[in-house]
């Protein structure tokens, strides 16, 4: 009954370093998330995968890259970590794109020096 | 892009009173979605609104889609200590906005 699964929960990187955050769903669910939480801003959206083979820009999608690797993965990288990328990173998942509910995982607590 | 308002940020209320929350957009919606996060947890999914002015109950809560389908409203009553959290609404994508969530309220009961 795993749901969303992110790893790792939680990542000290120094500034400029690389890292790519996982997410895997086995709800068999065609449209995958990756959102940002910082204090007081609420969830922004980086990128979403409205279904297997494609990847789009969200709101704030600078600094980042994904990759939809098959149905059940959809992992985020950051390439040169900065520390405005400091944040919370959640995972989510929905049956649909848009008009379903969205299923999110626990999160990775990142941090950047 | 179209963004989406939710009223107040935070509220601090005793406990056993009742608390309501606002998500208010410029532009029509096709239905709207309700999440709650505790303090350290993720989002979890409640509820979607689809109908004008439908109105859904789940025990305490009370959610409303307005009659214009422009504004939502999370009405609690007689709120506990496990209402504690922030409150969020999500708006669904249009043919020029990806999906929106809302900034939230966030809840506070004080026992």
């Known amino acids: 009954n795993a749901g969303v699964t992110q790893t790792p929960k939680f990542q000290v990187l120094k500034t400029g370093q690389s890292m790519t955050l996982q997410c895997a769903q086995d709800?068999?669910?065609?449209?995958m998330y990756w959102y940002r939480q910082d204090p007081g801003m609420g969830l922004r959206l980086i990128y979403y995968?409205?279904?297997?083979?494609?990847?789009d820009k969200g709101e704030v999608p600078n600094g980042y890259n994904v990759s939809r690797l098959n149905k059940r993965e959809f992992s985020l990288r950051l390439e040169s970590a900065a520390p405005s990328q400091t944040s919370v990173y959640f995972c989510?998942?929905?049956?649909?794109?848009?008009?379903?509910?969205?299923?999110f995982g626990d999160g990775t607590r990142l941090s950047i020096l | 892009g179209q963004q989406v308002m939710q009223i107040p940020q935070y509220q601090h209320v005793q406990e056993g009173e009742d608390f309501t929350t606002y998500c208010n957009s410029s532009?029509?919606?096709?239905?709207i979605q309700w999440y709650k996060q505790r303090p350290g947890g993720h989002p979890v999914f409640l509820i979607q609104?689809?109908?004008?002015?439908e109105v859904k109950k789940q025990k305490r809560l009370t959610f409303q889609f307005g009659e214009a389908k422009k504004n939502s409203s999370l009405h609690i009553t007689a709120t506990q200590t496990t209402d504690v959290g922030t409150y969020f609404c999500?708006?669904?994508?249009?043919?020029?906005?990806?999906?929106?969530f809302g900034p939230g309220t966030s809840l506070s009961v004080i026992p």
């Open positions: 989510a998942s929905s049956r649909e794109y848009s008009n379903q509910p969205q299923h």
């Open positions: 709800m068999n669910h065609n449209s």
């Open positions: 995968s409205a279904s297997e083979g494609t990847t």
């Open positions: 532009t029509t919606l096709s239905n």
């Open positions: 609104l689809v109908k004008s002015g």
């Open positions: 999500l708006k669904p994508k249009t043919s020029y906005d990806k999906v929106i």
